[in-house]
T-cell receptor, first 115, second 112 residues
Framework: GAGVSQSPSNKVTEKGKDVELRCDPISGHTALYWYRQSLGQGLEFLIYFQGNSAPDKSGLPSDRFSAERTGGSVSTLTIQRTQQEDSAVYLC?????????????FGPGTRLTVL | AQSVTQPDIHITVSEGASLELRCNYSYGATPYLFWYVQSPGQGLQLLLKYFSGDTLVQGIKGFEAEFKRSQSSFNLRKPSVHWSDAAEYFCAVASGTYKYIFGTGTRLKVLA
């Protein structure tokens, strides 16, 4: 079956512009996660969804970052007024349900470059 | 606080040689540990995971890892590396019920 997909694969934007990054999880997966991977850094947790709810937004770096999930499926990560330090690869993952036992399946990521 | 340390940023090995990638974790409870591999332009793929039981875990692509509680380590090994193993490898510990904490990764280069 299809894996986790993300779009766009690459996004170049100018400082101050807003961007939207999309994630399509594996069908039937109720848990969805966003991570940020910066150069030389590990993966940084941003936000977690269970269904359409986000019980843990603790990793969002600032109020310029927001995310939503609709229909228990597609999720959008929005970055407003982008800054150069937002440049990174944004990875989405999904799992069948919320549990440490469950493998998280990752998408290929969106590489964001802020000029 | 929970953390994962991968002390080697880069490792270079010759094809056919053995490989060991180090991972140390800090976690108060029994850890759930994972190794993921990321090929260029790809997402992360799970190699193996440890929850409990046998401390030597077998994974895909001929990889294995050994959990050593006394050393807080979960090192990844492969007896004979193939050129296709060149990638970045991430160790992770599950924090709470779902959140993963990742190390900074080890980039593996394989010489022909």
């Amino acid at each position: 079956g299809a894996g986790v997909s993300q779009s766009p694969s690459n996004k170049v934007t100018e400082k101050g512009k807003d961007v939207e990054l999309r994630c399509d999880p594996i069908s039937g997966h109720t848990a969805l996660y966003w991570y940020r991977q910066s150069l030389g850094q590990g993966l940084e947790f941003l936000i977690y969804f269970q269904g359409n709810s986000a019980p843990d937004k603790s990793g969002l770096p600032s109020d310029r970052f927001s995310a939503e999930r609709t229909g228990g499926s597609v999720s959008t990560l929005t970055i407003q007024r982008t800054q150069q330090e937002d440049s990174a690869v944004y990875l989405c993952a999904s799992s069948p349900r919320r549990s440490s036992y469950n493998e998280q399946f990752f998408g290929p990521g969106t590489r964001l470059t802020v000029l | 606080a929970q953390s994962v340390t991968q002390p080697d940023i880069h490792i270079t090995v010759s094809e056919g040689a053995s490989l060991e990638l180090r991972c140390n974790y800090s976690y108060g409870a029994t850890p759930y540990l994972f190794w993921y591999v990321q090929s260029p332009g790809q997402g992360l793929q799970l190699l193996l995971k440890y929850f409990s039981g046998d401390t030597l875990v077998q994974g895909i692509k001929g990889f294995e890892a050994e959990f050593k509680r006394s050393q807080s380590s979960f090192n990844l090994r492969k007896p004979s590396v193939h050129w296709s193993d060149a990638a970045e490898y991430f160790c992770a510990v599950a924090s709470g019920t779902y959140k993963y904490i990742f190390g900074t990764g080890t980039r593996l280069k394989v010489l022909a």
